[in-house]
């Protein structure tokens, strides 16, 4: 596996690949990885000849209370894990490459950003398309991978490849949990041990509504309720928001008809731990 820290040398690489026929595949992660990114990876091997990595925590997603600088970075066992699942190259560029002095462009995907975790986290989806695009065009893969864990993303990303005129295929690889139920994510290493024991409400709660919707319930309240309630159990775990919203708009509805999400967005009580998670019902993504 190769590591490569230049966007131009990522660059150089990638059109080598393709001038030689290869396809490339490309996930972009903030490192910390876990079996949910490794997921993603599999998907990617079985579908692309060359595999690429990148690893960056991105400054601009990050609003000034939030984690930037305390996000876990083990970056010599991202490797090494990586490696071991049969990673190509993982791209890992500086700040000071992607940002340099003077930067002063940005994407913005309007709308479907405003709701759910866009309206807690002002700015994070503009970070998040900027960065992605800027990937994009450094790694030139045919196909990138993202998980549903972060569902807004997926469908953020996919709108901005659409009205971009991107010739990437966006592939949506499925929410990759523990055996508690919890999904995997990076900031599941800040959770206390009476937290982590709390945390699998969320994906109960979540359960139980898609159990009660195919079951016939489609109305949103009744839905939001009886997730609220499973994750109310515990009072280590604090609210932020469940919503129920249609796939396209991103906009709350008041019964299912078409595909919708069921998201939640909660914070520990102890390590102010955010935990997201989310269930598709009445189609997919
Ligand atoms: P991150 O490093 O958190 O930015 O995540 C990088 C990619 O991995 C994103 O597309 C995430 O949606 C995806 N991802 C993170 N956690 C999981 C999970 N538990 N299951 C599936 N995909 C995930």
């Known amino acids: 596996m190769k590591i490569v820290r230049s966007p131009a040398?990522?660059?150089?690489?990638?059109?080598?690949?393709?001038?030689?026929?290869?396809?490339?595949?490309?996930?972009?992660?903030?490192?910390?990885?876990?079996?949910?990114?490794?997921?993603?990876?599999?998907?990617i091997n079985d579908s692309c000849d060359f595999?690429?990595?990148?690893?960056?925590?991105?400054?601009?997603?990050?609003?000034?209370?939030?984690?930037?600088?305390?996000?876990?970075?083990?970056?010599?066992?991202?490797?090494?894990?990586?490696?071991?699942?049969?990673?190509?190259?993982?791209?890992?560029?500086?700040?000071?490459?992607?940002?340099?002095?003077?930067?002063?462009?940005?994407?913005?995907?309007?709308?479907?950003?405003?709701g759910l975790c866009g309206a807690s986290r002002p700015g994070h989806f503009r970070g998040v398309t900027t960065v992605v695009l800027k990937l994009f065009n450094i790694v030139m893969p045919q196909i990138a991978c993202f998980g549903q864990k972060d569902a807004q993303q997926v469908l953020v990303i996919k709108r901005m490849v659409h009205d971009l005129n991107l010739s990437i295929?966006?592939?949506?690889?499925p929410i990759?949990?523990?055996?508690?139920?919890?999904?995997?994510?990076?900031?599941?290493?800040?959770?206390?041990?009476a937290e982590r024991a709390a945390a699998p409400l969320i994906y109960k709660g979540l359960n139980d509504g898609a159990i009660y919707y195919n079951n016939g319930v489609v109305e949103s309240n009744a839905l939001i309720n009886v997730v609220t309630t499973a994750i109310g159990q515990s009072p280590l775990l604090e609210i932020e928001?469940?919503?129920?919203?249609?796939?396209?708009?991103i906009k709350p509805v008041t019964s299912v008809t078409?595909?919708?999400?069921?998201?939640?967005?909660?914070?520990?009580?102890?390590?102010?731990?955010?935990?997201?998670?989310?269930?598709?019902?009445g189609g997919t993504l």
């Open 51 to 114: 595999s690429v990595m990148s690893i960056f925590v991105n400054p601009v997603q990050f609003g000034p209370k939030e984690d930037f600088q305390k996000y876990p970075r083990p970056f010599d066992a991202d490797c090494e894990l990586a490696e071991k699942a049969g990673c190509d190259v993982i791209f890992a560029p500086s700040k000071e490459d992607m940002y340099p002095e003077n930067y002063c462009t940005y994407v913005n995907v309007e709308n479907i950003t405003d």
């Open 241 to 249: 928001y469940v919503e129920l919203v249609d796939t396209k708009k």
């Open 176 to 193: 990759f949990r523990e055996e508690s139920g919890l999904a995997m994510s990076s900031r599941n290493v800040y959770l206390s041990d």
């Open 258 to 281: 078409s595909a919708a999400l069921i998201a939640v967005a909660c914070r520990t009580k102890e390590s102010r731990t955010r935990l997201i998670d989310n269930i598709v019902i």
């Open 169 to 173: 295929t966006i592939d949506v690889a």
């Open 9 to 43: 040398e990522m660059k150089n690489l990638s059109m080598m690949m393709q001038r030689s026929g290869s396809s490339v595949g490309f996930i972009p992660t903030m490192g910390a990885l876990h079996s949910g990114h490794m997921s993603l990876l599999d998907r």
